[in-house]
C-alpha cells in the first residue's frame, strides 16, 4: 500500500506542477500551493486581473477513468469553502483592493507523455455548496 500510496502522492505533485504551469500561461501569478489549515486543504491559490482563484486539481493516467473533474463533489466544494474563508482571515499577502473569489477546477490526465488540461474556471458557486 505505501508503494500505492507514493505513486499517487507523484501524480498528483506533478499534476499540480502542470496546472500551476498553466495558469500561469493564463496570467495567473500563484499566491500559495498546498495551503494548509487543519484538515482542510486548498491545492493551488491564485491571483489575476479577475482576482482570487482557489482552484483544486484532479489528476488521473488514462483516460479510461471518469474525467478527474468529477471527483469535486459537494463535499469537496465545502471543505474547500471553508479553507478559503480561513485562508482569507489570516491572509496577509494578498494583493491589495478589493478582490472576487473564485472557485476553480483544473482536470489533469497523463497518457504516456501527453498530458491532458482541462480548465473550469468559476466551476461552482459557493452559495451552492
Same mark, same amino acid.
Given at each position: 500500500?505505501?508503494?500505492?500510496?507514493?505513486?499517487?502522492?507523484?501524480?498528483?505533485?506533478?499534476?499540480?506542477?502542470?496546472?500551476?504551469?498553466?495558469?500561469?500561461?493564463?496570467?495567473?501569478?500563484?499566491?500559495? /500551493?498546498?495551503?494548509? %489549515?487543519?484538515?482542510?486543504?486548498?491545492?493551488?491559490?491564485?491571483? +489575476?486581473?479577475? $482576482? *482570487?482563484? @482557489?482552484?483544486?486539481?484532479?489528476?488521473?493516467?488514462?483516460?479510461?477513468?471518469?474525467?478527474?473533474?468529477?471527483?469535486?463533489?459537494?463535499?469537496?466544494?465545502?471543505?474547500?469553502?471553508?479553507?478559503?474563508?480561513?485562508?482569507? /482571515?489570516?491572509?496577509? %499577502?494578498?494583493?491589495?483592493?478589493?478582490?472576487?473569489?473564485?472557485? +476553480?477546477?483544473? $482536470? *489533469?490526465? @497523463?497518457?504516456?507523455?501527453?498530458?491532458?488540461?482541462?480548465?473550469?474556471?468559476?466551476?461552482?458557486?459557493?452559495?451552492?455548496?
Amino acid at each position: 500500500m505505501e508503494g500505492g500510496r507514493n505513486h499517487r502522492q507523484e501524480l498528483g505533485r506533478r499534476g499540480e506542477d502542470e496546472a500551476c504551469r498553466f495558469l500561469e500561461s493564463q496570467g495567473h501569478t500563484i499566491l500559495e /500551493r498546498n495551503w494548509r %489549515s487543519g484538515h482542510l486543504e486548498i491545492d493551488i491559490i491564485s491571483y +489575476d486581473s479577475a $482576482g *482570487i482563484h @482557489f482552484v483544486e486539481v484532479k489528476t488521473r493516467q488514462m483516460s479510461i477513468q471518469a474525467p478527474p473533474q468529477e471527483n469535486v463533489d459537494t463535499a469537496k466544494q465545502r471543505n474547500i469553502v471553508n479553507a478559503a474563508k480561513r485562508y482569507l /482571515r489570516k491572509a496577509d %499577502s494578498l494583493p491589495p483592493g478589493n478582490h472576487e473569489y473564485m472557485f +476553480d477546477v483544473v $482536470g *489533469i490526465t @497523463f497518457e504516456g507523455e501527453s498530458v491532458q488540461i482541462e480548465w473550469f474556471p468559476q466551476a461552482y458557486i459557493p452559495i451552492y455548496v
